[in-house]
């Protein structure tokens, strides 16, 4: 079965600082994978997505992130952070065949805060 | 405006009630899913319904039924049989398609 692990529960960066969220998967073919970034009591929203192509992946925000499949790696990166980043942070994969197509997987969230 | 909308925002349970949670989409998408959110744990899939009148168990179902009468519509019904509902559940719809998955903004749900 596929599974994500977001090693970082908690990341604290200071505002201006570069960002880097670390994902990875474990999945035998090339999943579907996803950012999203969620603030308090609010719903998921979709940062930015990799189906194929293109290793380097632009997203909203100015957020980007490197699917490196020999580390099974798809890491969000930012340059320069802002205080309204601040919120948690999911990755996600999804089987892009088989049973299990469709549903996503999702690794267990890290908190970014922001000092200012 | 296309969206997902999930009601009531906050829901309180009682010992041994039943409640419904609502999830209806105006995307068209055939597709829906039911998720589970708790501090620490990330998301957790419940059930998931891939067209009308057909869904399946997720990871964690136990406590849990659903309905797809509507494409728009997939409520799910938190039964007594749960016995730790106090979570965050979160609808979504769409797919691993070029559009992606869209969620709903949530319902708390709280035993009291």
């Known amino acids: 079965a596929q599974s994500v692990t977001q090693p970082d529960i908690h990341i604290t960066v200071s505002e201006g600082a570069s960002l880097e969220l670390r994902c990875n998967y474990s999945y035998g073919a090339t999943p579907y994978l996803f950012w999203y970034v969620q603030s308090p009591g609010q719903g998921l929203q979709l940062l930015l997505k990799?189906?194929?192509?293109?290793?380097l992946v632009q997203g909203i925000k100015g957020f980007e992130a490197e699917f490196k499949r020999s580390q099974s790696s798809f890491n969000l990166r930012k340059p320069s952070v802002h205080w309204s980043d601040a919120a948690e942070y999911f990755c996600a994969v999804v089987d892009a065949g088989g049973t299990s197509y469709g549903k996503l997987t999702f690794g267990q969230g890290t908190i970014l805060t922001v000092h200012p | 405006d296309g969206g997902i909308t999930q009601s009531p925002k906050y829901l309180f349970r009682k010992e041994g009630q039943n409640v419904t949670l609502s999830c209806e989409q105006n995307l068209n998408h055939d597709a829906m899913y039911w998720y589970r959110q708790d501090p620490g744990q990330g998301l957790r899939l419940i059930y998931y319904?891939?067209?009308?009148?057909?869904?399946q168990k997720g990871d964690i179902a136990e406590g849990y039924s659903v309905s797809r009468e509507k494409k728009e519509s997939f409520p799910l019904t938190v039964t007594s049989a749960q016995k730790n509902p106090t979570a965050f559940y979160l609808c979504a719809t769409g797919g691993a398609s070029n559009y992606g998955y869209t969620f709903g903004s949530g319902t708390r749900l709280t035993v009291v």
């Open positions: 990799y189906f194929s192509g293109d290793t």
């Open positions: 319904s891939q067209i009308v009148n057909d869904f």
